[in-house]
């Protein structure tokens, strides 16, 4: 990467992970005192809520990144006009996708039971299904000038904006429950200051780049419109196959067994989508560096660029997929107590399925940075029927954790293959015969590492709990540290890495 592509990455990369910590801090201290005085059963409402929520999120569908392509190529061509009327398409998709949250969100709170298995009791659970409707619609009406920031590659803006209404959030959220003792009040708090901060990010962005307020003149010609079309639709298909495969366990879940198995297993996914936010602000913070590179550079220096990406996308999957089984059900017994276990088989799943979401997560970067996403349109539909029909059938025979073996299964017979297909064939026009290598030689060093790591962990334990997990914790830590250095000491992408690391030298 160019020296400017990787100053504005590390730039970024450090304010997310400030602003990540912080709110991971934050999250932990509000979900102990929410457990306090509220029911499990809330718990449950609040991730299956969410998941509904996230069917209809269609900026969540990919029609933003599909735009802010294009934004790339433009910006890094700095060509005024086109920028002015990529933004002018750009409101008037979001505008329309607040309205359709809105209206479609809201078109649902009669049918409300039906997601819900069993009685519950909580009150004025209609009202409660509005606050999430209106917090979710209302974020889109200004949210596109926050992705012009992103396109710039100035990330930390954002990321900055967002810490502090976070903290704001946390404390009046903790401050409504111990007052009022009121999760709508809880929710009202969410709705006022994401909306604030939503018009904050909006004022910045026309105060830094006064383009955003000039008069547009022209239209976008029908070529442009007819690709950008094509991507948001493909982007579309992709992203809805992506929230049906993984936002639909809270929905299976709560309608097959219920709101208290909803609730259970919110605790271990607080972790595990703490621990990937945390992962994807790396991924957030070189999508614009990607998009330039993808823009301005031929294919030798993209491969390159790719495997590189990839070593540091398995350093940190691998590594945290295998904490995750080791150390999870340790820290929910030592934070909230036996009580709140799930099933171990559940744990193994949810480790598998998150190593293998965030081994894609390279292919996504580059897939999407380059706008291929059209070239395998309707994969999500096959994934989508193996995944609600296995997750279906087998969680009805073997109780819930066959809604998670599903998503194994519909991850394993077509995004695993199809992706990196897409990718090497019509964006870097090289071979996937060294891409299966590397990505077999990575699963193979995760089962090792995880074979040595939980084995010795096995036979070292204390009496006290918290002694027991703290060792844990230094095992995990720098034995899968050494074992990763040992195995992949020798590899160019290693060399890279060091050399960017501590030499501080760049490769033009």
């Known amino acids: ?229 094509q991507n948001v639709s493909a982007a579309v298909f992709h992203k809805v196959g992506g929230i049906i495969v993984f936002s639909t366990d809270n929905i299976l879940l709560s309608k097959l067994f219920g709101l208290i198995q909803v609730g259970l297993y919110s605790n271990y996914t607080l972790i595990t989508k703490t621990l990937q936010a945390l992962i994807n602000q790396f991924f957030v913070s070189i999508t614009a560096s990607v998009g330039n590179l993808c823009a301005a550079e031929g294919n030798e220096k993209k491969v390159s660029i790719f495997y590189i990406t990839e070593y540091i996308n398995f350093l940190i999957f691998s590594f945290s997929s295998i904490c995750i089984y080791e150390l999870l059900e340790k820290f929910i017994t030592l934070w909230l107590g036996k009580e709140y276990l799930m099933n171990n088989s559940i744990l193994c799943l949810l480790a598998l399925n998150f190593y293998l979401e965030g081994m894609r997560s390279t292919l996504w970067t580059f897939n999407g940075s380059m706008g291929l996403a059209r070239y395998y349109k309707y994969m999500p539909i096959p994934e989508v029927i193996i995944n609600l029909g296995s997750s279906i059938i087998l969680g009805r025979l073997f109780g819930p954790v066959g809604i998670f073996i599903g998503t194994t299964l519909s991850t394993v017979f077509t995004c695993w293959w199809i992706e990196p297909k897409v990718l090497f064939k019509y964006g870097l026009d090289s071979s996937l015969k060294k891409y299966y290598y590397v990505y077999f030689k990575y699963f193979f060093i995760t089962i090792l590492n995880f074979i040595i790591v939980h084995f010795t962990n096995k036979y070292i334990t204390f009496e006290q709990p918290v002694i027991t997990f703290v060792v844990h914790i230094i095992i995990c830590g720098f034995m899968q540290l050494l074992l990763l250095v040992l195995l992949t000491f020798k590899s160019e992408e290693f060399k890279y890495l060091m050399n960017l690391l501590f030499k501080k030298k760049q490769v033009k």
């Open 1 to 229: 990467m160019s020296e400017s592509r990787v100053k504005n990455s590390a730039k970024n990369l450090f304010y997310s992970y400030i602003g990540q910590i912080i709110n991971i801090l934050l999250k932990f201290a509000l979900r102990s005192y929410f457990i306090r005085v509220l029911t499990t059963e809330y718990l449950g409402l609040n991730g299956l809520f969410g998941n509904i929520l996230s069917f209809l999120s269609l900026a969540e569908l990919g029609i933003g990144g599909a735009i802010t392509y294009n934004l790339y190529v433009e910006i890094a061509n700095q060509n005024t006009e086109r920028i002015k009327q990529l933004m002018r398409l750009y409101k008037t998709a979001y505008v329309i996708i607040g309205c359709f949250v809105l209206l479609a969100g809201s078109s649902l709170i009669p049918f409300l039971d039906f997601f819900i298995e069993g009685k519950y009791e909580i009150p004025n659970i209609r009202l409660i299904y509005f606050l999430f409707v209106l917090n979710s619609g209302s974020s889109y009406f200004f949210s596109y000038k926050a992705n012009f920031i992103i396109a710039n590659q100035k990330n930390y803006i954002v990321t900055n904006i967002n810490l502090v209404s976070n903290i704001v959030i946390a404390i009046l959220q903790t401050l409504s429950l111990f007052l009022f003792n009121s999760y709508i009040a809880y929710l009202i708090v969410q709705v006022i200051i994401t909306f604030g901060a939503n018009v904050v990010m909006a004022f910045i962005a026309d105060k830094r780049y006064p383009i955003l307020k000039e008069k547009v003149t022209g239209k976008l010609d029908e070529n442009s419109k007819h690709i950008i079309t």
